[in-house]
């Protein structure tokens, strides 16, 4: 009997312990919560694009000559204008001083029969010399009016060749290489140019759109192409840059199905250099008072995205949501079962099942 007693007492308190475990609950998950709000959210078509130089210049010589002198270095940024290279202008300088020597020499003999059409014009109406020797002083002076005229054409010519020999920057823009060097010879045909001259600001970004996209954004805003875009680039997506696009290519490439597009964009502080890929969101349209959460809040399941709410009883609440569209900060929502001010969380979802208890330790999170 008295081995029983202690027996039962030890299966009294074993008891006991098991009913206090029943008891015992999961601390309610922490979460970080705020508000759904409403806004007007642009939707966008991405796609990658290209930055391009609006109008490459190939400095090629337009006389031939040896390149005696370079302005400017290697890499430089020139503006409209600048003396680049000199080639050597003396041969076309003596043209030039030839023909101008020839134009006053023509010029005297000009004078010369203009008198002689004066001086016999009285005489011929005398009849003091015959008609047809006035005519041939009359035609004497003609001619050396036109030969006149000829050296005219002459100078202008032989100026142009000379202004040649200094070749200036058309457009501001960025230098790249030299192909030639002081001291080379360079001939009109070479096809070689001297160097290549990039405009650098504006500049223009190149992108292709797959025709389904095309036709979207087309329906929506017209067939004129001054459609807005966003473009990135990927080291640094926290500074886009905002353009127009002006240029839809008349047809869809038959190899890709895409069609070609070009945009221009502000480029002052040269941040956009030509040759770099960047990402281009294609403005599609705007969606008016679209429920917006953090990107965060935003989870994928089976059935496909969806957030957590929090109710009055302080319950989660997993609601599947449509995903109009997001970015690298927030997602535009459509739901018919959550609606503007209801509580969202944000983070420590990972804790979280529908209709457990949670516990906000942070809310109204921006």
């Not at 796609?47 to 090629?60: A, D, E, L």
């Not at 000379?162 to 009109?188: H, L, M, N, R």
């Not at 990972?350 to 809310?363: H, K, L, R, S, Y």
């Amino acid at each position: 009997m008295r081995h029983k007693i202690p027996i039962i007492i030890a299966l009294l308190l074993l008891a006991g312990c098991n009913q206090k475990k029943e008891h015992q609950k999961p601390a309610p998950p922490n979460v970080t919560t705020t508000e759904i709000k409403q806004e007007d959210v642009p939707i966008y078509v991405d796609t990658i694009g290209q930055v391009i130089s609006k109008n490459p210049v190939y400095i090629r010589p337009q006389v031939a000559g040896k390149l005696i002198k370079a302005y400017i270095k290697q890499g430089a940024i020139v503006k409209a204008g600048d003396l680049l290279y000199e080639i050597d202008p003396r041969p076309y300088q003596a043209i030039l001083d030839e023909a101008i020597a020839q134009k006053v020499h023509d010029d005297a003999l000009l004078k010369y029969a203009e008198s002689a059409v004066n001086r016999y014009k009285q005489v011929v109406e005398e009849d003091f010399i015959s008609v047809l020797n006035y005519e041939q002083y009359q035609s004497n002076a003609d001619a050396a009016k036109a030969q006149v005229e000829l050296d005219k054409a002459a100078i202008t010519a032989a100026q142009i060749n000379v202004d040649f020999c200094k070749v200036t920057a058309p457009v501001t823009g960025k230098i790249s290489y030299f192909s030639v060097f002081e001291g080379d010879i360079v001939a009109v045909d070479d096809p070689t140019q001297i160097t290549i001259l990039l405009p650098m600001s504006p500049i223009d970004i190149q992108f292709s759109l797959p025709q389904q996209h095309f036709e979207l954004i087309r329906h929506e805003q017209g067939n004129q192409g001054k459609w807005k875009f966003i473009a990135t680039l990927p080291e640094d997506s926290k500074h886009p840059f905002e353009g127009i696009s002006y240029f839809i290519d008349n047809q869809i490439d038959q190899d890709t199905g895409t069609i070609l597009l070009k945009g221009r964009l502000p480029n002052k502080k040269l941040r956009l250099w030509p040759g770099e890929f960047v990402r281009v969101k294609v403005l599609y349209k705007m969606a008016p008072g679209a429920l917006v959460v953090p990107l965060s809040a935003l989870l994928i399941g089976k059935d496909g995205p969806y957030i957590y709410t929090v109710d009055k009883e302080g319950k989660a609440v997993a609601t599947n949501v449509t995903v109009l569209t997001k970015t690298e900060q927030y997602a535009a929502l459509q739901s018919t079962e959550v609606h503007v001010g209801d509580t969202v969380i944000v983070d420590g979802q990972i804790n979280v099942a529908p209709g457990i208890m949670v516990n906000v330790v942070a809310a109204n999170q921006p």
